[in-house]
């Protein structure tokens, strides 16, 4: 074992003292899809419930073995810093031997799975009072999920997740997507109180409509946000969420919603969700381009069916008839032995959808391009490279006033081909300045990587 492994199992036994201690309310979010948002949108609320509270949720994605501690001790990741690993290991040590507090009443975890058994070592740590599983591949059952090269089967990745589920004590409460079947039957495998949320019937909280909001303007139609209807207790109720856009925001905010169910929140709370949700940076964010053209920036991560559901997304957009769409795909990682396929499977669904410019990037590109041309978009729609920067500037050189640009693929290394798709919507944002502050891995840590 190594120094690092030795000092992260170390925290992880001082977080789980920690919190064996103090008892607060545990809830933990799993799935390969919509983790984030949903963490964010449950955080939201229970800070729109009462803004004094205390609640902490993990900052941006830390959802590894590292992530608990770190989100348990409030302290920023420490990478190379010797120094940050040495005041991470000081407030671990005094906290968890009780002469500190958290003073944390509701943690809200995010518990990633890049390999068999980190949900059951998550769980360990951290035991969930309440258990939310987003999806594993929701409403595309045959697609590859993200990290599905280290599990044998989807249906093992699915099993990895219901670990989350099956974690929770009787007393407890298990939040479910209904649209998604492997997940859905994790209602089986548990005897706490299951909630459902989606499309389908006889969920607690329904999804009924899902809309790109837009305004009209001297260059055609802005997109601003989202508009969300659905029922609840047979009530028809919506939300309107400024910024973002998307399926993926939708049901993340219907999750949200239905933990509000679990905890008995008022309506009146519910409805303030809207004014406290804050989209995180690289998550389906419509952020204002050069030219008066629009963005949707979606860069965080890449998997099939996120790729797809952001396609539909902009196609389902209402426009004037001179603008147009641009969809700017790179590799998606990790999707062992289907990596052909699905790629050229996203090739295909562009070219069914009403999208007027394809730039696919990477290692996987010809294969997209591949996808697109069997399935009737013509090669002058199309325009291939080998790496993300370029086509950033062929973009930026193509688009007129009223276009909108969706941006996405896998995060990878920066000398890795077709990743990092964040430098694609630096390069088309209308206020680069703000960089730092809209788009992800905008840390010196990260352009090092």
């Given at each position: 074992?190594?120094?690092?492994?030795?000092?992260?199992?170390?925290?992880?036994?001082?977080?789980?003292?920690?919190?064996?201690?103090?008892?607060?309310?545990?809830?933990?979010?799993?799935?390969?899809?919509?983790?984030?948002?949903?963490?964010?949108?449950?955080?939201?609320?229970?800070?729109?419930?009462?803004?004094?509270?205390?609640?902490?949720?993990?900052?941006?994605?830390?959802?590894?073995?590292?992530?608990?501690?770190?989100?348990?001790?409030?302290?920023?990741?420490?990478?190379?810093?010797?120094?940050?690993?040495?005041?991470?290991?000081?407030?671990?040590?005094?906290?968890?031997?009780?002469?500190?507090?958290?003073?944390?009443?509701?943690?809200?975890?995010?518990?990633?799975?890049?390999?068999?058994?980190?949900?059951?070592?998550?769980?360990?740590?951290?035991?969930?009072?309440?258990?939310?599983?987003?999806?594993?591949?929701?409403?595309?059952?045959?697609?590859?999920?993200?990290?599905?090269?280290?599990?044998?089967?989807?249906?093992?990745?699915?099993?990895?997740?219901?670990?989350?589920?099956?974690?929770?004590?009787?007393?407890?409460?298990?939040?479910?997507?209904?649209?998604?079947?492997?997940?859905?039957?994790?209602?089986?495998?548990?005897?706490?109180?299951?909630?459902?949320?989606?499309?389908?019937?006889?969920?607690?909280?329904?999804?009924?409509?899902?809309?790109?909001?837009?305004?009209?303007?001297?260059?055609?139609?802005?997109?601003?946000?989202?508009?969300?209807?659905?029922?609840?207790?047979?009530?028809?109720?919506?939300?309107?969420?400024?910024?973002?856009?998307?399926?993926?925001?939708?049901?993340?905010?219907?999750?949200?919603?239905?933990?509000?169910?679990?905890?008995?929140?008022?309506?009146?709370?519910?409805?303030?969700?809207?004014?406290?949700?804050?989209?995180?940076?690289?998550?389906?964010?419509?952020?204002?381009?050069?030219?008066?053209?629009?963005?949707?920036?979606?860069?965080?991560?890449?998997s099939p069916v996120a790729i797809l559901s952001a396609?539909?997304?902009?196609?389902?957009?209402?426009?004037?008839?001179?603008?147009?769409?641009?969809?700017?795909?790179?590799?998606?990682?990790?999707?062992?032995?289907?990596?052909?396929?699905?790629?050229?499977?996203?090739?295909?669904?562009?070219?069914?959808?009403?999208?007027?410019?394809?730039?696919?990037?990477?290692?996987?590109?010809?294969?997209?391009?591949?996808?697109?041309?069997?399935?009737?978009?013509?090669?002058?729609?199309?325009?291939?490279?080998?790496?993300t920067p370029e086509a950033g500037r062929f973009i930026?050189?193509?688009?007129?006033?009223?276009?909108?640009?969706?941006?996405?693929?896998?995060?990878?290394?920066?000398?890795?081909?077709?990743?990092?798709?964040?430098?694609?919507?630096?390069?088309?944002?209308?206020?680069?300045?703000?960089?730092?502050?809209?788009?992800?891995?905008?840390?010196?840590?990260?352009?090092?990587?």
């Amino acid at each position: 074992m190594s120094l690092t492994s030795f000092l992260v199992s170390w925290l992880g036994y001082a977080a789980q003292k920690t919190l064996k201690r103090e008892r607060p309310f545990i809830i933990g979010i799993t799935g390969s899809v919509g983790k984030s948002s949903t963490k964010e949108a449950v955080a939201a609320l229970l800070q729109a419930h009462d803004p004094a509270s205390h609640v902490r949720v993990s900052a941006k994605s830390y959802n590894n073995e590292l992530g608990i501690p770190l989100t348990v001790f409030g302290h920023p990741a420490p990478g190379r810093s010797i120094v940050g690993w040495v005041r991470l290991l000081w407030t671990a040590w005094i906290t968890s031997c009780g002469f500190r507090s958290t003073h944390i009443r509701t943690f809200i975890f995010e518990m990633g799975a890049d390999k068999p058994g980190d949900i059951a070592y998550a769980t360990n740590i951290a035991k969930p009072d309440l258990a939310i599983v987003t999806g594993v591949t929701p409403g595309y059952g045959t697609l590859t999920p993200v990290h599905a090269a280290n599990y044998p089967s989807i249906d093992a990745v699915a099993a990895e997740k219901a670990a989350l589920v099956q974690a929770v004590d009787t007393g407890g409460t298990v939040v479910l997507n209904a649209d998604d079947a492997r997940v859905f039957v994790m209602r089986h495998m548990t005897h706490a109180h299951v909630l459902t949320y989606g499309e389908a019937d006889a969920t607690a909280i329904r999804l009924t409509q899902t809309r790109i909001v837009t305004e009209s303007s001297t260059h055609g139609q802005v997109p601003t946000g989202m508009e969300i209807q659905y029922e609840r207790m047979q009530m028809r109720e919506h939300l309107m969420i400024p910024g973002v856009f998307g399926r993926s925001i939708a049901y993340a905010m219907v999750a949200a919603l239905t933990v509000g169910e679990a905890l008995d929140l008022s309506q009146e709370d519910v409805q303030r969700l809207q004014n406290h949700f804050r989209p995180l940076p690289g998550r389906a964010r419509i952020i204002p381009g050069i030219k008066f053209t629009t963005l949707f920036d979606d860069t965080y991560n890449a998997s099939p069916v996120a790729i797809l559901s952001a396609i539909h997304d902009l196609a389902s957009l209402s426009l004037d008839p001179h603008q147009r769409r641009i969809v700017c795909v790179g590799e998606m990682r990790e999707l062992g032995e289907t990596s052909y396929a699905m790629h050229r499977l996203i090739g295909a669904e562009v070219a069914k959808s009403s999208i007027d410019l394809f730039v696919p990037c990477g290692i996987f590109a010809h294969a997209m391009v591949e996808g697109a041309c069997a399935n009737g978009l013509s090669k002058d729609r199309i325009k291939m490279f080998d790496d993300t920067p370029e086509a950033g500037r062929f973009i930026q050189a193509w688009i007129k006033p009223g276009d909108v640009i969706l941006a996405k693929a896998s995060q990878g290394t920066i000398d890795a081909k077709g990743v990092r798709m964040e430098r694609v919507i630096k390069e088309l944002m209308a206020e680069p300045d703000r960089a730092a502050e809209l788009l992800v891995r905008q840390e010196d840590a990260w352009k090092r990587k």
